[in-house]
């Protein structure tokens, strides 16, 4: 699970950045609350990378994938991104723990001697 939602988490660390460039050219915003929210966004997303096995690791990735489409009311492209990319999350979760399982079903069977 944690290869898979890394990758996520990195790719949105990139959404992000580029989410800023955009809301850079809003006349209302300040260039500094635009990178000091996005940087904080961005540190996050680094940050879950190595919080993923760690009791609630995952509910701060949804949390993440929440501001994500939030931040559509700013940058309107990221209600479409954002939304994909909670996708995403949703499909690195549940198909990595799929993988982790059947990973530990398969060292359980090699380390178990044969009984023939």
Known sequence: ??????????????????????????PDLTVGTVWTVCGIAMFLSVALCGMITRPGGVALGWALQIALIASGFVVPMMFILGALFAVLWWASVHYGRKIDEAKARFAARTDQPDAA
Do not use: P, W
């Open 1 to 26: 699970m944690r290869t898979l939602c890394a990758s996520t988490l990195i790719g949105e660390f990139f959404l992000i950045g580029f989410a800023g460039l955009v809301a850079m050219k809003d």
